[in-house]
């Protein structure tokens, strides 16, 4: 059974995600910084970091809400970045900020479903996705669209949560998850279920080696895995 944010509705993962992110879209980018303590700046950076050899001219940003990670990669001088996302709010809630910015040349937003991208095979030289691939409703089907969108020789980044295996951080990331950040993320949010989905669909996600087999599994070669902060987020790398 698929972990969806609001479990009174019959409707599939997909609009219930794309439903729940236009509730929080106004408050998300807020609540991202102040629940993470601002640690989700530090990984995206690290994570655009890695893509610095490669040199990418044209980049996708899959799930790219409000624009931060597509931001962050315009440090790699790429010639123009293409965020996708199946969420208007946040899609809208992007473009405003890239037009404060004065990006929208350099980035251009548009509505794009990760397991049906609106793109030719062998497109992008290079792929961004963070804290986009748990909220796919066909993860594998998701994998695959990146992998045949993206050039020979090119490389994805995938920015994700995962769950810490040691005490303390274990117990104490538990503790956080489950009973500091629903409260703050609904009473802040207004949504009554996105900050509960958030952890259980941490839970549900197939982290760390179980991920690098998907990813594989749909082409992906010299795969790596770069565990951040005691685990509580990962980073997956390959090339096609
Ligand atoms: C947690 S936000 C991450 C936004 C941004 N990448 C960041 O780093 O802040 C997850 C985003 O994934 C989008 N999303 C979920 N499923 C998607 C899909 N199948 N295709 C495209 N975007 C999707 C949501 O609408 C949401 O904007």
């Known amino acids: 059974m698929a972990v969806v944010p609001y479990k009174d509705q019959n409707n599939d993962k997909k609009s219930q995600v794309a439903q729940m992110f236009d509730n929080i879209a106004g408050k998300y980018d807020f609540l991202n910084h102040f629940l993470s303590a601002g640690i989700d700046i530090v990984w995206r950076k690290k994570a655009v970091s890695l ?15 409000t624009a931060d990670f597509a931001i962050e990669a315009l440090s790699l001088q790429p010639e123009k970045i293409v965020g996708v996302d199946i969420s208007e709010g946040m899609l ?60 020979p020789g090119g490389t994805a980044v995938v920015l994700e949560f995962s769950k ?37 669909s941490v839970q549900a996600f197939p982290d760390g080696q179980e991920f690098l087999k998907i990813f594989e599994e749909v082409g992906f070669k010299n795969t790596k895995w770069h565990s951040l902060t005691f685990g509580i987020s990962s980073i997956y790398i390959g090339k096609k």
Not at 186 to 195: E, I, T
């Open 51 to 65: 893509l610095v050899k490669e040199k990418p001219k044209l980049m996708l940003d899959i799930a790219t809400g």
């Open 92 to 151: 809208a809630v992007g473009r405003q900020k890239l037009q404060r910015k004065g990006l929208t040349d350099k980035i251009e937003l548009k509505y794009g479903d990760s397991e049906n991208l609106p793109f030719e095979d062998n497109t992008f030289d290079a792929i961004t996705v963070a804290f986009g691939v748990r909220n796919f409703e066909n993860l594998k089907q998701g994998l695959a669209e990146m992998n045949r969108v993206l050039k």
């Open 164 to 200: 810490p295996q040691r005490f303390p951080m274990k117990q104490l990331y538990q503790f956080y998850f489950k009973n500091i950040l629903p409260v703050v993320g609904r009473f802040v949010s207004k949504d009554r279920a996105a900050y509960t989905y958030l952890p259980e």
